[in-house]
């Protein structure tokens, strides 16, 4: 029975989120709330494998969400939106449903790929150097698409909310609220099956020594690879689900602003714990929608609570540890394989 | 003890979201909200600044007179104010949460165009009215009956230049300097350069240099610029940008006049350009100096209040927010029911056809946007802007 107590209460989170959110019980803001807070999850446990697990340090993580961003509404807006490129859709909007997790597929993908920029180049460097590269592909991710006239350029690029509304077409719930429910849930699981797994103990094998990994047989290329390219792909499904909430792209949106934010939940959760990363993804949306009425005493107040939570509590919240870790009685309760 | 501490955790986290779901419940019937979804942090402060302070002058006004008068009964106007940090996901956000939590009437702003679209859309769909002030982008109100705006377009700016420019310097042939990375910038010059070429002929833009959002040495554009020999530089730039571009292009030797957009109109401009701007022009959305009427009222009135000249944002803002509240009164009656009230006001501001504002006189054909002349003034030597010539649409 434990070993299922989790699944059954996550699944029956989702049943009990999607069915308040249908009858009306949470309004629209929450339920953007709760959207952005499952995108903030995704990007902060995805770029916790990089900075925490790894102990790399990359700050471009808003270029991948950004290509994943781009390539998952020109995917949905081609096939079931009237544009300017094709004119008009290809698809029917009743196929919305089947094609759209294929396209935020495809955005993970192509994210991925773009992830090689940073990969290929850790081979040999790392540390601050490899930071610069990562701040680099940020930038190169937004100047090409700056430059892209035909999605838009820096006007941004929209259309995505023909997908949705084919989706509730069919039939009618929150279909985003739902996919990015799925989508958090699908990452953490990913995360946590890749890190706790024999070939995942490599990443964290990297953060301790390189060389000393390299000769207890760990291919640290390939892990580095597959660790880049896994973060940067869930950044991208990150991006491509933020692009269908919104209904709306625009390339500075990914900049190196959104980057830092990403860093600051993985740092205030702490290094190398998925559940630290979630918890403080959580805590950080939903500081900074009860904080909007301070306004510009917003940013004195947040950065400071950063600053006295480094100054007592420098590993983060979780440090590197998981919630089981913490509170062991819990385990009473739950397991994982 | 540690049994202790998860149960507190778990009432304080209860008792949070809780509280937040109950925010901003609970309306009175005598008072009418208003939402503004603003640029108060991020990278544009001054202008969601300009916008509430201009906002906040005129609830003052109509509050002090007992409220606004709508089918003979008095109402309160209650404004109330979100911040969207210059940024799309938190535009939409404020505007979710004005529409669901503060039930709000109607919305005003987001200024800039990257927050505008997505708020806008979201407004739509929820079927809220809104009412961007200074955006300027096509797609912040195409397709969306509940979007209004209260500036003019790029399209109707780009040729008030050209014409002004043609006429005023006897020029025939143009250089244009713009960010590449700013929509606003390049859209602008893209349309210029279509419409001089128009005029002039093909190749009269003797060159079409950009740059990046964030760059301060433009010296390898503008000797380029400066070696094409053109008879003026047209610049759409933002006023920091504008400042920096035109002492350099000094230093290089170019004496010949500017021409500039509604982006310099910041009261900015001065104190970063000095002497180099004075005399030149650009086009934008009202004068302050020499303005007459009610436009003088609002200028003099917002610089005893809050020390400085307004910019064309506040004065936008004073327009948009009046144009909103006229719909509320010539709606006729107030609905109890809020979704009833948002639908009787869209209703209103679609079939106001045409409004006095202070930055000049609107005309609405059925769609969110405005016809309304465009001003063109020149930097005096006083660092005044001051009325040249009005550009109105045929």
Redesign the interface.
């Known amino acids: 029975m434990q070993k299922h107590t989790f699944t059954i209460s996550l699944f029956a989170g989702i049943f009990v989120l999607t069915a308040l959110a249908q009858f009306g019980v949470?309004?629209?803001?929450?339920q953007?709330?709760i959207m952005?807070m499952g995108v903030n999850i995704i990007l902060s446990t995805s770029l916790n494998l990089v900075n925490g697990y790894m102990g790399e340090f990359s700050c471009g993580h808003g270029g991948f969400m950004c290509v994943g961003a781009y390539v998952s509404s020109v995917v949905t807006v081609l096939l079931f939106s009237k544009n300017h490129i094709l004119g008009a859709p290809l698809l029917p909007p009743s196929l919305a449903l089947f094609a759209f997790p294929l396209a935020l597929f495809a955005g993970a993908a192509v994210a991925a790929v773009a992830g090689l920029v940073v990969a290929i180049p850790s081979f040999k460097t790392r540390g601050d150097y490899l930071a610069i590269i990562t701040l680099a592909a940020n930038y190169i991710v937004?100047?090409a698409i700056?430059?892209m006239e035909i999605i838009g350029?820096?006007?941004?690029f929209?259309g995505m909310?023909a997908t949705v509304h084919g989706m509730e077409g069919l039939l009618d719930i929150p279909w985003m609220l739902l996919w990015v429910l799925f989508g958090t849930v699908f990452t953490v699981w990913l995360l946590r099956r890749f890190v706790t797994s024999t070939l995942g103990k490599g990443v964290p094998a990297i953060a301790q020594d390189e060389i000393a990994a390299e000769i207890m047989s760990v291919d640290t290329n390939r892990m580095k690879l597959i660790a880049f390219m896994l973060s940067s792909g869930l950044a991208g499904l990150a991006g491509g689900l933020?692009a269908h909430?919104?209904?709306?792209?625009?390339?500075?949106?990914f900049d190196i602003m959104k980057s830092t934010e990403v860093m600051v939940m993985v740092y205030l959760g702490g290094m190398g714990s998925l559940s630290g990363a979630t918890l403080s993804a959580v805590l950080f949306t939903?500081l900074?929608?009860?904080l909007?009425p301070l306004?510009?005493w917003?940013?004195v107040v947040i950065p400071l609570l950063l600053i006295l939570l480094m100054q007592f509590r420098p590993e983060g919240i979780m440090g590197n540890k998981e919630l089981s870790d913490l509170?062991p009685?819990l385990k009473k309760y739950y397991s994982f394989k | 003890m540690k049994a202790m501490t998860i149960k507190v955790l778990v009432a304080v986290l209860a008792l949070a979201l809780g509280a937040f779901a109950l925010m901003g419940c609970g309306t009175d019937s005598n008072v009418i909200k208003i939402g503004f979804n603003l640029e108060l942090t991020g990278d544009i402060p001054k202008v969601g600044e300009a916008s509430k302070f201009a906002a906040e002058m005129l609830k003052e006004d109509i509050n002090s007179k007992g409220g606004l008068d709508v089918g003979g009964k008095k109402y309160k106007l209650e404004f109330v104010y979100q911040d969207n940090e210059a940024k799309a996901d938190s535009a939409v956000n404020a505007a979710l949460k004005l529409i669901t939590q503060d039930n709000v009437v109607a919305i005003i702003g987001p200024n800039s165009s990257k927050q505008a679209i997505p708020a806008g859309g979201a407004c739509n769909d929820n079927q809220t009215p809104m009412v961007s002030p200074w955006s300027t982008n096509p797609d912040t109100t195409k397709d969306r009956p509940w979007v209004f705006r209260a500036a003019f377009l790029d399209p109707f700016q780009g040729p008030v230049a050209a014409n002004f420019a043609a006429k005023q310097f006897g020029a025939k042939t143009a250089a244009v300097l713009f960010d590449i990375a700013n929509d606003y910038s390049k859209g602008l010059a893209e349309i210029f350069k279509v419409e001089w070429e128009k005029k002039s002929g093909a190749g009269t833009v003797v060159a079409f240099e950009s740059h990046g959002t964030k760059d301060q040495d433009f010296s390898a554009q503008l000797t380029k610029i400066v070696a094409a020999k053109p008879d003026f530089i047209f610049v759409p730039d933002n006023y920091n940008q504008v400042a920096l571009i035109i002492k350099q292009a000094h230093d290089l030797g170019y004496k010949g006049p500017f021409m500039g957009s509604d982006a310099w109109g910041s009261a900015e401009l001065m104190t970063l350009c000095g002497k180099d701007c004075i005399g030149q022009f650009f086009s934008t959305h009202y004068a302050a100096a020499g303005a007459q009427g009610a436009t003088k009222e609002f200028i003099d009135r917002y610089t005893t209040k809050y020390k400085y000249v307004p910019d064309d944002v506040a004065a936008l803002t004073w327009d948009a927010t009046r144009l909103v509240l006229q719909a509320v009164q010539e709606a006729g009656k107030v609905e109890k029911d809020i979704k009833a009230e948002r639908k009787i006001v869209r209703d209103a501001l679609a079939n106001i056809k045409e409004f006095a504002g202070i930055t000049g006189t609107m005309k609405f054909h059925g769609t969110g946007d405005p016809d309304k002349c465009a001003v063109v003034v020149q930097i005096s030597p006083e660092g005044k802007f001051e009325f040249k010539e009005s550009v109105c649409p045929q």
């Not at chain 1, 949470?26 to 929450?30: D, E, F, K, T, V």
């Not at chain 1, 350029?153 to 941004?156: E, H, S």
């Open positions: 949470i309004n629209q803001y929450l953007s709330v952005l937004i100047s700056d430059n350029g820096p006007r941004g929209m909310n933020f909430i919104l209904g709306y792209v625009n390339p500075h949106s939903v900074l929608e009860v909007r306004e510009i917003k940013w509170f009685k």
